[in-house]
């Protein structure tokens, strides 16, 4: 089973004629891991946006867990990313004012579906779970808030967060820049290692090869958009 699917999908930024993306096929399956590597600027990050349904495409060109994103409303589409979607952004975007443990669950509060494949129904059990798996467990770090943390795990937060619910896929965009090379490589590997309990499948965004042998496939971007480093594209 395909979790994500785009056939023929060509987007331009409002106001804008020349193309930041023109991808003809990609598909990810259940489970599968995705190592997409390509450039600053080559519009990486809005094929995220895209398969998000952050931005608005046409309908036929991306579907996300057998829905047709380009042909719902915002708010069907907004539902969607909720239930289906686990996002790792590239600065993490934690909220400052909640716990670890609070920002865990946040996917939880606005979506049903997660919160019910959360520990059976227990979200609570299901993100302490997580973040033990992460090398976070301990009680005094569950009621931290994130400037409390380091770098590394505030990145580890934003992991569980994503996972949490079992999501049909996750997109992570750049989620180790901000890491030395020892850091990148263990949180990789625990990351993967989390995805595959959850069954998640996994888009990770990265312009540094060296993690590329952890990940069951790898594409090129700059070879799946035809559109040669657009001007005005997101990385």
């Known amino acids: 089973m395909h979790v994500l699917a785009i056939r023929d999908l060509s987007y331009a930024w409002p106001r804008t004629t020349a193309p930041v993306l023109s991808i003809r096929d990609l598909t990810i399956s259940a489970g599968e891991s995705v190592f997409l590597r390509g450039p600053s600027g080559s519009g990486k990050s809005t094929l995220l946006s895209a398969i998000a349904g952050v931005i608005e495409t046409q309908p036929g060109m991306v579907s996300v867990a057998g829905q047709d994103i380009g042909a719902m409303r915002s708010a069907a589409r907004d539902q969607l990313r909720a239930d289906h979607l686990g996002i790792v952004f590239q600065v993490f975007n934690l909220v400052p004012y909640l716990s670890v443990l609070d920002n865990v669950l946040l996917p939880c509060r606005f979506s049903p579906t997660r919160r019910a494949r959360a520990g059976g129904g227990n979200a609570e059990t299901a993100a302490r779970d997580l973040l033990a798996g992460f090398g976070l467990g301990d009680q005094a770090m569950l009621r931290r808030r994130p400037g409390d943390l380091s770098v590394g795990q505030q990145q580890r937060v934003a992991a569980a967060r994503a ?67 657009a001007e005005g594209a997101s990385c």
């Open 163 to 229: 996972l949490i619910g079992s999501p049909d896929l996750v997109l992570a965009d750049e989620p180790t820049s901000a890491l030395d090379s020892d850091l990148k490589a263990e949180f990789v590997d625990l990351f993967l290692s989390e995805c595959k309990k959850s069954a998640a499948a996994l888009l990770f965004v990265s312009h540094d090869r060296t993690l590329e042998p952890s990940f069951s496939r790898s594409l090129e971007f700059t070879a799946l958009n035809t559109v040669p480093q």
